[in-house]
């Protein structure tokens, strides 16, 4: 088996990427609320153990040494193409980041980072007005931001799994839901009937793409 330079104990990437994407999502998201910082600690606890197991420590490779080498002899685990395991697992030949999955978790990515600031845009102005954001993504769902955190989650678990992140995702989809469902009956509380013809017309969390019922009122 041959080895290439280590790919890891490269902790100042791990602190740059880590930096770099909690940032970016701060930005979008800017937590004001309890609830928003319990939402954002966690979607940053994802984030920096991801990118501690790909620049910095490979507990996954670690845990599953003994089964890799076995199934895929001669597998350098201190590679970093290694780290992409859904590439080693489905037998991909080449450069993992031109394979399907990879893109696929770009378009994730960026397609989660979009809707947190569209979402953002919204509620921002209508917390301004004082009224309920019911236009832009929250025309199609009622919490698009949460959202936007589970399909960025999904990218990077399509492009770097790893053991530690696959068991903290379903607690971060519970924990999305009950955050979720404690920030509606604050905003039934807070519009009333309003808010309630708004919540029956619209889902929660998986858009309806046929014609939208018309809103119960729109912001100006």
């Known amino acids: 088996m041959t080895h290439e330079a280590s790919a890891y104990g ?9 930096a770099v994407f909690v940032i970016f999502a701060f930005s979008f998201f ?9 939402s954002f600690g966690a979607f940053a606890a994802f984030v920096v153990a991801l990118f501690v197991e790909m620049y910095g420590f490979p507990l996954t490779l670690y845990l ?3 089964w ?18 859904w590439s080693t697992l489905l037998g991909e030949q080449g450069d993992p980041h031109l394979g399907v999955l990879h893109i696929a978790s770009y378009v994730l990515l960026g397609g989660g980072f979009w809707l947190l600031s569209s979402a ?10 004082g009224s309920l954001a019911i236009v832009g993504p929250y025309a199609r769902v009622r919490h698009p931001q949460y959202l936007a955190f589970v399909l960025i989650l999904l990218g990077f678990l399509l492009q770097w799994p790893t053991l530690l992140t ?17 920030e509606e009956r604050e905003m039934g509380l ?15 969390f998986i858009p309806r793409w046929s014609a939208s019922p018309t809103p119960p009122s729109r912001e100006a």
């Open 10 to 18: 490269l902790w100042s990437l791990v602190i740059l990427n880590s």
């Open 30 to 38: 800017k937590p004001q609320t309890a609830r928003d910082w319990r």
């Open 68 to 85: 890799l080498q076995t199934r895929y002899p001669g597998l350098d685990l201190l590679s970093h193409n290694t780290g992409h395991l």
């Open 190 to 204: 807070k519009f009333g009937p309003q808010y309630q013809q708004y919540a029956e017309q619209t889902p929660r």
């Open 166 to 182: 696959l068991l903290m995702f379903p607690v971060l989809l519970v924990m999305y839901g009950r955050l979720a469902i404690s």
């Open 64 to 66: 599953l040494s003994g």
């Open 120 to 129: 953002w845009h919204a509620l921002y102005h209508a917390q301004r007005r």
